[in-house]
């Protein structure tokens, strides 16, 4: 767990929304709410964004966090 002050998941959330992701933070996780017509191949594009999002943040973290 990471401590609230480093914002990591605000992080996570805006690298999201640069790959045309939505989600939103409730606490220490991430919701997606895709709509129930969703298609399979509209998931996959969906999970390969919140990847990238996900390597994006996670190479954040290991350069130490460093401000925008």
Do not use: N
């Not at 594009?45 to 290991?62: I, N, S």
């Amino acid at each position: 767990l990471f401590d609230p002050k480093q914002r990591v998941g605000l992080h996570l959330i805006e690298r999201a929304q640069a790959y045309g992701l939505i989600t939103r933070s409730m606490a220490d996780a991430i919701a997606f709410a895709p709509p129930l017509i969703i298609s399979e191949a509209e998931l996959d594009e969906m999970l390969d964004a919140f990847g990238r999002a996900l390597q994006d943040t996670e190479r954040w973290v290991a350069d130490g966090m460093p401000a925008a």
